[in-house]
């Protein structure tokens, strides 16, 4: 197990609880994916920056929990609890999450949650 690659993730989530744009986004590589599977993916820091604005912006706060995670080869696998505060909503997020590493930093990530329990939440 690398701690380099775990230590990597668990960063880039101290980053998002602190939302903290900028820091999140030193975390990609230029060419990197984000794919929350619900939507469409992202390419592209532009693209990945537009994402995550819309809805670390909008959150009053935000509490991502790892729950468990691991490493399989170039690989960071996170269960998570994401939970925001939007508009004095709480949400409370189970998620699974792949991080793909390459050169220190997130080439792909790709997160897998139910988007009916966000819609239920936000309602």
Known sequence: MSESAIQL???FVQAFNNRDVEAIMAFFTEDAIYHNMPMEPAQGTVAIRAMIDGFVNPAEKIAWENLNISEA????????????VIGGKEVALPVM????????????WRDYFD?????????
């Open 9 to 11: 993730v668990e960063d």
């Open 115 to 123: 988007l009916a329990t966000w819609a239920k939440q936000m309602g």
């Open 97 to 108: 999450g792949a991080f793909d590493i390459k050169d220190g930093k997130i080439a792909a």
């Open 73 to 84: 080869g170039s690989t960071v696998l996170t269960e998570r609890i994401d939970r925001f």
